[in-house]
């Protein structure tokens, strides 16, 4: 259900509600992804100096590439920076769980001896994804939200809470 209707449904409505431009986004984005780039190169000249395997080498560039930016991330973010600034922390953690589930997964699919075309469909699988598309083609038309999103009475904003009691289940 996380994955599927949660994590889809966190990301549009974070995206939407947010007071952040998507010029300020698109800049939060640029510094996602030269970090990826910068890990990458010291991953990868890591791994030829180790002189790792092909599915070795993949497996430590995902570990040193992608971060746990969320479950650890924003509960620091939110006592040191408050709500302004886990505001700017989820456009980063949106950013680097879109470049993990796509660049990550050609990574692992690579080591795997995996195709562009298998990769890309797995891609096109995550949910997440057209929750962010969708979002971004709202706010390009000029569409807000004026009432916070509900779901029985609940605001939507509250299902990251949620969301982390579902994810211990």
Do not use: C
Request: hydrophobic share 55%.
């Amino acid at each position: 259900a996380g994955l599927y209707l949660l994590t889809p449904t966190i990301i549009f409505v974070s995206l939407m509600e947010s007071q952040i431009t998507l010029a300020e986004g698109g800049r939060v984005i640029l510094l996602v992804g030269l970090l990826a780039l910068t890990l990458w190169l010291i991953a990868w000249g890591q791994a030829r100096l180790l002189r790792l395997s092909p599915e070795d080498t993949s497996a430590f560039m995902l570990t040193t590439i992608f971060i746990n930016a969320v479950n650890y991330g924003f509960p620091a973010v939110l006592l040191a920076l408050g709500v302004e600034g886990l505001e700017w922390a989820t456009i980063f953690a949106i950013a680097h769980a879109l470049l993990s589930n796509t660049a990550g997964g050609y990574i692992a699919a690579r080591g795997r001896g995996g195709s562009v075309k298998q990769t890309l469909l797995q891609v096109l699988r995550i949910p997440m994804l057209y929750g962010v598309i969708l979002a971004l083609v709202l706010r390009l038309a000029g569409v807000s939200l004026d009432v916070p999103f509900t779901v029985g009475g609940m605001r939507i904003a509250l299902l990251p809470a949620v969301y982390q009691a579902i994810k211990l289940l």
